[in-house]
């Protein structure tokens, strides 16, 4: 990308900038026609020295000429205003093109940044840099050229009118110009230096108002909420002095400025007046001369404003394009063409000759790896670690870079393999997939959804080309519908075999289903209404259902929905204004009185329960009641307390707006049975009275109809779930869904599953959902070479076993590595081995003996030895590193006793050679219990980590070699990490399980 602001300006926009240049220059002659008029209206039409004037020999009146000039002056005036105004039009425009293509630029950029440097890169930095950082460089993006060449055109013109008028005219306006020149740069970059450590320090408070966005509920819990809050008011006081700076050295400059461009009026009115004084220039000459050097401070400023504005942008520019190019940028694939590739598949081998991978320390994580994978074999690789089984596939799918080594995929160096080549080449599955916002169907069929399906005009193309923002706009839709078929099949084949349709479609039953393209599966859906809720009734559970009836009240519904039998078309609050149409209703129905002392009773609940305080709480949130609603209520009580008047007009829809949004069950008895049994009283005779206009406004819940406003299991069971069948939500679920299937067309199901919305990140769905969406993304991309990671890992055996197999029928050539923490004891690969202290290794081969050659021996040997405990044998590699460098050999002679019972504990104890007992005895010193554990085990940690007394003494019988870990040492290995801690939960609960 270009280093500098005003090469990617000039490549990216070199016609455009000629052909504004070009349109400013024409601007510079009408300039110095409006200069010179004033001074001819003056001297030569009012000035004439007769009633008659001639002018290039025709005769005309004084004030026909005056007119003529006068005249001429406005239609120049107008013309270089309109000139103007398009020179800015074309800059906006052209501003607006540009900074469309930096951004998009840079959102390229982020697909290939190293995956190291995108796990430490703040999200909010990059946000920030992308939207409020970028956005001033469009203003000088568009000026780049222009600006400078309009304000100085403008300055040099005004120069040469006034050096026409006098000499010494022109030797005054210039005579600060070099004192301005030399000093405003020199202040300046004085500016420019704070500027940069402004745009840091604001970086780094994004990335700390984003940990503490995302770990509020656990300050709050903790309790860490005033330690974080002070090193946020640390950061805004640094942030304040660094601005305090900058404003006090930017209006210092602005002040010199200023007194420097006023100096030079006090050599025209004295030079100017003398020389009026003596004859040697005339009043209009002077006047014109004074209002050209106005025009003249107004470009002189612009170009100044204009020269600090650059220092500032090209500093800002400089900084967002430094954070977005990382070293060991991945190389630039989003040029590459996805149809060149799409039907040039390689053959599926895999290669690995003496590949050394390093971590960002230089530490290998791969020690000349070497592999041969054969096309259609289907290998397991058993990693403990969660880092080198990321590492391995992020090596293959060109994530990181070797050190040193080859890859070869297809027998073709990984290096010069095209991105889109690898993406339809390799798929990958994990456990931790990551799950964009919008539907399950939009996740799955992310592989073969190389071309969206957009619908822009002839216009909108025309304007992203000259923008740079072509890619993938004018690609035919992709995929096809014979692909699509194909991988809904094959999609489906997976869910059948996973058994993931129950659970999908239980997640389906909270959709909402209102696009026309619906309107079958409503219909659909409609028809078994007359069934499910006989089978629900069949689970004997008591008032699980309200459904809905003409003689039921409904307390999920709002009072105006109750009356009409009708849900609100949007979920927007009706304010008092919207209420006339449904007063006039309840007083057609004698109502109104009876609803309006109801709603003054629910107004005066909600006063006595919320204040100003706790408008911002969830419960009241809950309700939908906009916060300055509350006041106002508050403000009518008031006001009948005190009167005891009758409400006025707005008073009253003010507390109907109330009823005719909120729902009884929000207010519980406070809601009275008179008005419920009122509004059931009066429900035959709305049809008759109501408003025509509510139609619009209010969708009918009939019986053979599907309402748009319930979701799709309230409308199965025509009704609202109570609170007391919430209790037992599972099991009304597993009915429906169970009436789905032997209901409704398997396609129709599917459509709804694959509609199924997301949320951010996958917030809507179940680990194992997101884990099936993994899998299914590789199913239906049909890839020469899978990568399995874990994949389906929360899943039972049996089911894991069922998708592997699908997986292998689907793909029956493929090349598959399946990486798992440790070797499956069945299963369909034909090969496998161990990836254990950066090697690749065959099952059971001993490692031992050659370290990393990034450890010490010593740090190694350590390291082998804590790996043997069960407790820390699925540590991260980092975290095992932390504790073998705080472990400390212990030789002990035979017969001597390490500790005691009863003895505090000093740490915990790793057996690393020789026979050490365990044993415990009464109080004549017989031993009533003894054990020698073997080498590899770990004690004392139990009582370490309660901090218990010794429940066993041990001593040495033979000499013994141990690994002693310090307390401290390691619960802070514990603290630090989140995941290990949880680690170690699993392993104490399988300790206190097994009696050990």
Not at 274 to 296: C, E, P, Q, R, W
Not at 418 to 444: C, E, L, S
Not at 547 to 575: H, P
Not at 785 to 805: E, G, N
């Amino acid at each position: 990308m270009e280093r500098s602001l005003f090469s990617f300006i000039w490549r990216h926009s070199k016609r455009d900038q000629i052909v504004l240049a070009v349109v400013t220059l024409m601007l510079f002659p009408l300039l110095y026609v409006t200069l010179e008029l004033p001074k001819r209206i003056i001297n030569d039409a009012i000035g004439a020295a007769s009633n008659r004037v001639t002018v290039f020999g025709v005769e005309l009146a004084q004030t026909t000429f005056l007119l003529i000039l006068c005249f001429g002056f406005l239609g120049f005036v107008i013309l270089y205003g309109v000139m103007k105004m398009r020179v800015n039009t074309m800059k906006g425009v052209l501003a607006e093109r540009l900074l469309r293509r930096f951004r998009f630029a840079l959102i390229g950029r982020i697909l290939r940044f190293p995956r190291a440097y995108q796990q430490q890169t703040s999200e909010g930095e990059l946000v920030a840099a992308l939207t409020a950082e970028a956005e001033p460089l469009g203003g000088i993006m568009g000026d780049a050229i222009a600006t400078p060449l309009l304000q100085a055109g403008q300055m040099l013109t005004i120069l040469l009118f006034l050096f026409l008028q006098n000499f010494w005219f022109g030797v005054a306006a210039m005579a600060m110009f070099p004192v301005q020149v030399w000093l405003i740069p020199q202040m300046q970059k004085r500016i420019n230096v704070l500027n940069r450590s402004r745009v840091r320090q604001v970086r780094s408070l994004a990335a700390e108002v984003g940990e503490i966005t995302t770990g509020a509920a656990t300050l709050r819990q903790h309790g860490g909420w005033t330690a974080r809050m002070a090193t946020v008011s640390a950061r805004l006081g640094r942030l304040f002095n660094t601005r305090f700076d900058i404003y006090r050295k930017k209006f210092f400059m602005k002040f010199v400025n200023n007194l420097l461009t006023q100096i030079t009026p006090f050599f025209f009115f004295l030079v100017g007046g003398l020389l009026v004084i003596n004859g040697s220039l005339t009043i209009g000459a002077l006047v014109a001369s004074l209002a050209a050097f106005k025009d003249l401070s107004a470009p002189w400023k612009e170009l100044l404003t204009y020269y600090t504005t650059v220092q500032e942008v090209s500093q800002r520019y400089h900084m967002i394009v430094e954070r977005f190019d990382p070293p060991d940028m991945l190389a630039d694939f989003l040029a590459e063409s996805p149809y060149d590739v799409a039907e040039q598949p390689m053959a599926g081998t895999v290669s690995l000759s003496n590949v050394i991978v390093q971590d960002d320390m230089g530490r290998q994580l791969l020690s000349g790896a070497s592999l041969e994978v054969a096309a259609g074999d289907w290998l397991c690789i058993a990693a403990p670690e969660d880092e080198d089984r990321a590492m391995l596939a992020e090596l293959l799918l060109r994530d990181i870079a070797p050190a040193s080594g080859q890859v070869k995929i297809g027998g073709h160096d990984l290096t010069t393999i095209g991105q889109h080549h690898i993406a339809r080449m390799i798929g990958h599955a994990n456990a931790t997939p990551y799950i964009f916002r919008g539907t399950v169907g939009d996740n799955v069929m992310v592989p073969l959804t190389m071309a969206p399906a957009l619908h822009l005009s002839e216009a909108d193309l025309h304007e992203a080309q000259r923008s740079g923002n072509m890619l993938g706009l004018t690609a035919p839709p992709h995929p096809t519908d014979a692909q699509l078929a194909s991988a809904r099949h094959d999609w489906q084949l997976l869910v059948s075999a996973i058994g993931a349709q129950k659970s999908l479609l239980s997640k389906a039953l909270d959709r909402f289903l209102a696009h026309p393209e619906d309107s079958i599966l409503q219909d659909q859906l409609t028809a078994l209404r007359s069934t499910i809720p006989a089978q629900i009734d069949g689970l004997n559970l008591k008032d699980a259902i309200d459904s809905f009836s003409d003689d039921i009240y409904f307390d999920d519904l709002t009072l105006a929905e109750n009356l009409l039998m009708a849900l609100k078309a949007k979920e927007d609050w009706i304010g008092p204004r919207s209420t006339q149409k449904l007063r006039d209703l309840l007083v057609a129905l004698d109502l109104l009185d009876l609803v309006i002392d109801q709603s003054l009773t629910l107004a005066k609940t909600l006063v006595e329960s919320f204040d100003s305080d706790t408008t911002g709480s969830v419960l009241f949130r809950r309700l939908g009641i906009p916060g300055d609603i509350l006041p106002q209520l508050q403000k009518v009580i008031e006001q009948t307390k005190i009167t005891g008047e009758t409400l006025k007009f707005a008073d009253e829809t003010l507390l109907l707006s109330l009823q005719f949004n909120v729902p009884a069950r929000a207010f519980d008895r406070a809601f009275t049975k008179k008005v419920k049994n009122a509004i059931i009283a009066a429900r035959p005779k709305v049809k008759t009275l109501a408003d025509p206009s509510l139609a619009n406004r209010y969708l009918p819940l009939q019986a053979d109809h599907w309402n748009e406003r319930l979701n799709v299991l309230e409308n199965l069971v025509f009704g609202k779930v109570t609170p007391e069948g919430r209790q037992n939500m599972e099991q009304i679920r597993d009915q429906v869904v169970d009436a789905l299937v032997a209901g409704v067309a398997e396609d129709a199901l599917f459509d709804l599953i694959q509609r199924l919305p997301t949320g951010l990140r996958g917030a809507n769905l179940s680990a194992q959902i997101a884990e099936h969406i993994s899998l299914a993304q590789v199913v239906v991309k049909r890839p020469g070479i899978v990568i399995l990671d874990r994949a389906m890992a929360s899943f039972p055996d049996p089911v894991r076993h069922a998708s592997f197999a699908l997986l292998r029928k689907i793909l029956p050539d493929a090349t598959i590595l399946q990486l798992e923490a440790a070797l499956p004891e069945d299963g369909p690969h034909d090969n496998q081995l161990e990836l254990r202290q950066g090697r690749l290794i065959a099952v059971g081969q001993d490692t031992d003996h050659a370290p990393d050659s990034s450890e010490t021996s010593d740090l190694h040997k350590k390291r082998s030895a804590l790996r043997k405990a069960p407790l820390f044998r699925e540590l991260s590699r980092s975290q095992l590193r932390l504790l073998a460098f705080s472990a400390r050999w212990v030789d002990i002679e035979p017969g001597q006793i390490v500790f005691r019972k009863n003895d505090l504990p000093d740490g915990a104890y790793l057996i690393y050679s020789g026979a050490i007992e365990l044993y415990d005895e009464d109080e004549t010193g017989t031993v009533t219990f003894s054990v020698i554990p073997p080498p590899g085990t770990l004690v004392g940690e139990v009582g370490l980590i309660r901090n218990d007394p010794r429940r066993l003494s041990m001593r040495a019988q033979s000499p013994v070699t141990l690994l002693r870990i310090d307390p401290e040492d390691f619960l802070s290995i514990i603290e630090s990490d989140a995941r290990t801690a949880f680690k170690l939960i699993q392993y104490l609960v399988g300790y206190i399980g097994t009696g050990k």
